[in-house]
Each structure stands twice: as structure tokens, then as C-alpha cells.
């Protein structure tokens, strides 16, 4: 939440205000009560995101944290499964 400071204040305070604002600060400048304009930290248009994107997060969840499945091992373990199981339902011993 940004600090409301008057620009009499600002005028008066400049460098310790810029010095908080490189620190992560943000100001609202008032003049006669009314909100007139803000003072943040830069941000470099160039610089990577902060924040990753949404799309970029979307991509990632698709893959983050879920096993690579190799379908030849899969498929000989469900086999030696079966075999272990050897539950054949046309079994009438079953």
C-alpha cells in the first residue's frame, strides 16, 4: 500500500523519499487532498518479468511434478501384475 505524502513533502523531502522508493516505497503525491500522482521504483521494460507470465505458468503446470511414463516399462509391469494376480475371470476355480 502506497503512503500518501502532500508534494510539499516531496518538494521538501526529496532525497530521503527517492531513497525509500529505491528501497521498494511507493508514494501517492496529493496536492490540496487530491491524489495527483505516484512515485514508485522503476522497472526496467527490458528486465525479465518479476513475476512469471500466465501462460508461462500454464506450460509449466502441465509438466511440473508429474512422472515422464515410459510405455514399454509400463506396459511390462502391468504384465508381471497380471501374472502375479492371475486373476482370469473365465476361471472357475476363481
Do not use: K
Amino acid at each position: 500500500m502506497a503512503t500518501r505524502i502532500a508534494q510539499r513533502e516531496l518538494r521538501n523531502n526529496n532525497a530521503d523519499i527517492l531513497n525509500r522508493v529505491q528501497a521498494g516505497e511507493r508514494f501517492v503525491v496529493t496536492r490540496n487532498g487530491i491524489a495527483v500522482a505516484d512515485v514508485v521504483p522503476h522497472t526496467d521494460r527490458n528486465a525479465p518479468p518479476m513475476f512469471p507470465r500466465t501462460r508461462d505458468l500454464t506450460a509449466r503446470r502441465r509438466t511440473v511434478g508429474r512422472p515422464v511414463l515410459d510405455r514399454d516399462l509400463w506396459l511390462r509391469d502391468i504384465r508381471r501384475a497380471d501374472e502375479a494376480i492371475d486373476d482370469d475371470p473365465t476361471d472357475s476355480r476363481a
